[in-house]
C-alpha cells in the first residue's frame, strides 16, 4: 500500500521497518483474535505477558545473551540510566568515563551528583570528533566501572575496538547502536539502549546487566531506580511500556526473519559506505568525524558555509528527504541512517546530493 512515506532522516524517535508497522496495523482494532488493541490490555493478562516473554526471549537469541545477564525494560528512556547506573554501580563511590560527545557529557554530569568520576580519556579537544585511544587507561584498582557512550549520535563518532578495561567492568550507552551489528554481550557488565533510534517507540529503555552486578543492599534508593525491583519482577514491578515492548517484540522477530545482526550489519556497512564514499568525493560536503571512528548510524557533514548548509536543509525537505538539520548544539548536517533505513533511501539522498552540486558549483 502507498501511503506517500518519506525517507526520513530523523536521530530518533526514527524510522520503523515498514513490515512491522504493518503488521502493527493489522492488529490494531483487535490483536490476534483477543479482541483488543495490545494498547488496552491489561499487562498481568497472559496474552500480554506472553508478547512481553517473547520479546525477551527474541532479544535473547538475536544479541546471544548469556543465561547470567538480565534483560529489563524501563521506563525513563536512556536519560534515567545516567543516574540509575552510579546509584547502583558505585560501591566503591568511584568510576571511569569516556567523554567522546554530548551523551558521554550528560551521563558524567549525572554521575558527579552521585560519587567521584574519572575521565579517564576525552575528545574534546577536537569538538568530538573522534574517539581517543582507550588501550591503556589510566584506572583506578577501586573504580567500579569504565564508561562509554558506543556511539555517540549527536557527534557521530563509535567505538572501532572496545578500551581496555583492564579487568574492570564496562557499562555501554548503545542507544543509537542497538542491535546494527554482532555484540559480544560477556564484554560488558551492562549494555543498555533507549530504543527509540534503532528499534521501537520513545519512552522505553532496554538494560541488559550481569546478575552479580544487581545489589540487594540499596533499600535507601527510590524502589523504582534500583535494578533489583525489576529483575525480581520481570519488569513488570509497575504497569510497564506495554506498547514499546509489543513494537519491539516485533521488531526483534522481524530482525531474526531477514538473518539476524549478521545480515543487519551487512546491510548498514553498505549503506554507510554509500554515503561515506560520497562525502569523501565532494568538493562541497564532508564528513566531520576522523575516518577510523566514524558512525555507521549517524552521519554528520558540512559545507564549508552556515549559509549553504542551512539550504541544503531546506532543499531535501523540500525534495522529500526530511530531519537533515544537524543537531542544534553542533550545526551542519546529520544523516541519521538506522536499521530501519532502506540502501535505496540513502542512495537517493546521496543522488540528490550530488545534483544539489553540481547546480551550486
Ligand atoms: C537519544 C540518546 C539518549 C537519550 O535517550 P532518551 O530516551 O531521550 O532519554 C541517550 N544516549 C544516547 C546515545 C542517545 O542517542
Known amino acids: 500500500m502507498n501511503y506517500d512515506r518519506i525517507y526520513n532522516f530523523s536521530a530518533g524517535p526514527a524510522m520503523m521497518p515498514e513490515p512491522v508497522l504493518e503488521e502493527i496495523r493489522d492488529e490494531m482494532l483487535n490483536y490476534q483474535g483477543s479482541g483488543m488493541c495490545v494498547m488496552e490490555m491489561s499487562h498481568r493478562a497472559p496474552v500480554f505477558e506472553k508478547i512481553a516473554k517473547e520479546a525477551e526471549q527474541d532479544l535473547r537469541d538475536l544479541m546471544g545473551i ?3 545477564y538480565k534483560v529489563l525494560f524501563i521506563q525513563g528512556g536512556a536519560t534515567l540510566q545516567f543516574s540509575m547506573i552510579p546509584m547502583n554501580l558505585m560501591k566503591n563511590g568511584k568510576a571511569v568515563y569516556i567523554e567522546t560527545g554530548a551523551w558521554s557529557k550528560k551521563a558524567i554530569a549525572e554521575a558527579k551528583k552521585v560519587g567521584e568520576v574519572i575521565v579517564a580519556a576525552s575528545s574534546k579537544d577536537k569538538n568530538y570528533s573522534y574517539v581517543p585511544d582507550c588501550s591503556d587507561l589510566d584506572i583506578p584498582e577501586d573504580a567500579d566501572y569504565v564508561y562509554i557512550c558506543e556511539n555517540e549520535t549527536i557527534h557521530g563518532s563509535t567505538y572501532p575496538v572496545l578500551p581496555n ?139 564549508d558555509s552556515a549559509e549553504l548548509d542551512a539550504e541544503v536543509v531546506k532543499a531535501t525537505k523540500a525534495a ?42
Open 165 to 303: 578495561t583492564k579487568g574492570h567492568v564496562l557499562v555501554s550507552d548503545q542507544s543509537s547502536m542497538f542491535l546494527s551489528k554482532p555484540c559480544n554481550v560477556s564484554d560488558y557488565g551492562m549494555i543498555y539502549a533507549g530504543v527509540q533510534k534503532n528499534v521501537g517507540p520513545a519512552g522505553m529503555v532496554i538494560v541488559i546487566i550481569r546478575e552479580d552486578l544487581i545489589r540487594d543492599d540499596l533499600d535507601n534508593l527510590p524502589i523504582y531506580l534500583q535494578y533489583k525491583t525489576h529483575a525480581d519482577n520481570d519488569s513488570m514491578y509497575n504497569t510497564p511500556n506495554c506498547w514499546a515492548i509489543y513494537c519491539c517484540g516485533k521488531v526483534f522477530k522481524y530482525l531474526k526473519k531477514i538473518g539476524g545482526l549478521t545480515e543487519m550489519q551487512r546491510r548498514n556497512e553498505e549503506k554507510a559506505k554509500i554515503f561515506y564514499d560520497f562525502l569523501d568525493s565532494s568538493k562541497m560536503f564532508r564528513g566531520t568525524v576522523a575516518k577510523k571512528d566514524r558512525s555507521l548510524m549517524n552521519v554528520p557533514f558540512v559545507t
Open 66 to 68: 548469556p543465561d547470567n
Open 320 to 361: 522529500g528527504y526530511d530531519n537533515l538539520k544537524g543537531h542544534r548544539s553542533v550545526g551542519g548536517l546529520r544523516a541519521s541512517i538506522y536499521n530501519a533505513m532502506p540502501k535505496e533511501g540513502v542512495q537517493a539522498l546521496v543522488d540528490f546530493l550530488k545534483k544539489f552540486e553540481q547546480e551550486h558549483k
